[in-house]
């Protein structure tokens, strides 16, 4: 089993920045990517940006350039950091760890981009 907790969201105004975390722990040998996900309201989720084992990124298209995901083995804690944020980046954002055939996920932070 696999666990992860996120935190770091908040309310924030179109042009700033957050940077969520997401701590991984418990049974940690085989994971070989985690990522970044987010469901508006009304919405189905969708992907954000992937990270690898082997430290490979990738992006959305509408958040390059704006997000960087990143990790901390040490730490066993993956990052985004989001700068520039849009209105439409509003949403529950949810932490997720590949692991053999099973996808495991966080309870999710939320996001919201508002003046």
């Known amino acids: 089993q696999v666990q992860l907790v996120e935190s770091g969201g908040g309310l924030v105004q179109p042009g700033g920045s957050l940077r969520l975390s997401c701590a991984a722990s418990g049974s940690l040998f085989n994971i070989y990517a985690m990522g970044w996900y987010r469901q508006a309201s009304g919405k189905q989720r969708e992907w954000v940006a992937t990270?690898?084992?082997?430290?490979?990124?990738t992006y959305k298209d509408s958040v390059k350039g704006r997000f960087t995901i990143s990790r901390d083995n040490a730490k066993n804690t993956v990052y985004l950091q989001m700068n520039s944020l849009k209105p439409e980046d509003t949403a529950v954002y949810y932490c997720n760890a590949k692991k053999l055939a099973t996808n495991y996920w966080g309870q999710g932070t939320q996001v919201t981009v508002s003046s």
């Open positions: 990270i690898t084992s082997g430290g490979g990124t």
